[in-house]
């Protein structure tokens, strides 16, 4: 709060977000923070009445504010504020319309089954030996576990869990357009509360969400009868999982 480079940054951000004229700006979050984001921006803003918002005091800063349901699932609350900023009805069907087209970015033997062991927070890591147990099933199947990672701390966790499976294969780094099309050619995809497995779901890929101290109902994966989305599971109903969705 006291850097001059912090404040220069956030006066060149606000700068450069006023030289456009957008025809709508929607905020789908409903933070006070979000808000003001939304209201340094020139044109009409719309966003949740105070009765929706996650921050009620956010609404204040809208031009125009909508009711949208509590309750349900964050991708729906999206897509109904979005569509009623539109003026339009929102989808019967969710349709990510994601593609990830391309070659595979990793020389991966089929049928393969992307493991996504990371998660920005602790309380949302699945115990290693719960992973290296639901890799030695997977490929008692004759389907290979893939690991990717993004950090060092991450690739570490993926190479011991690997080396626990016996059969695995840790990948180099990549980016996030080169995880998609790794994802897009998986058998299917087991993975903890992070992006990634979201944007699994959302490539229509067969995924699992093993959900441990964040509430699935609200912000699980969203994607149909493809997904699944488990509580504190053992390895063998993630397996079961993955097998009835493949």
Not at 28 to 44: I, V
Not at 191 to 213: E, F, K, N, Q, R
Request: charged share 20%; glycine share 8%; aromatic share 4%.
């Amino acid at each position: 709060m006291w850097s001059p480079r912090a404040w220069s940054e956030i006066g060149a951000f606000r700068r450069a977000l006023r030289e456009e004229r957008y025809d709508l700006i929607i905020d789908t979050q409903g933070l006070l923070k979000s808000a003001l984001l939304a209201r340094a921006a020139r044109g009409q803003r719309h966003g949740m009445d105070a009765a929706s918002a996650r921050e009620p005091i956010a609404a204040r800063f809208y031009d125009v504010r909508h009711a949208v349901a509590r309750g349900q699932h964050a991708v729906e609350r999206n897509r109904q504020l979005t569509a009623a900023a539109l003026g339009s009805p929102a989808l019967a069907d969710c349709d990510y319309g994601l593609r990830a087209e391309g070659p595979l970015p990793v020389a991966v033997p089929s049928p393969y089954a992307v493991l996504l062991t990371m998660t920005s927070r602790a309380d949302k890591l699945w115990p290693e030996a719960s992973w290296i147990e639901l890799g030695r099933l997977l490929a008692a199947r004759g389907v290979r576990a893939v690991l990717p990672w993004g950090s060092e701390d991450e690739r570490s966790r993926a190479a011991r869990i690997a080396a626990g499976i016996g059969d695995a294969l840790v990948p180099r780094r990549m980016t996030v357009a080169e995880i998609a099309r790794l994802l897009r050619g998986a058998l299917g995809v087991a993975g903890v509360d992070t992006g990634l497995t979201h944007l699994a779901a959302a490539l229509g890929v067969p995924a699992v969400g093993i959900y441990l101290s964040s509430e699935a109902r609200l912000t699980g994966l969203h994607a149909g009868a493809r997904v699944r989305n488990l509580h504190a599971p053992d390895a063998a109903a993630v397996h079961a999982a993955l097998a009835e969705l493949a």
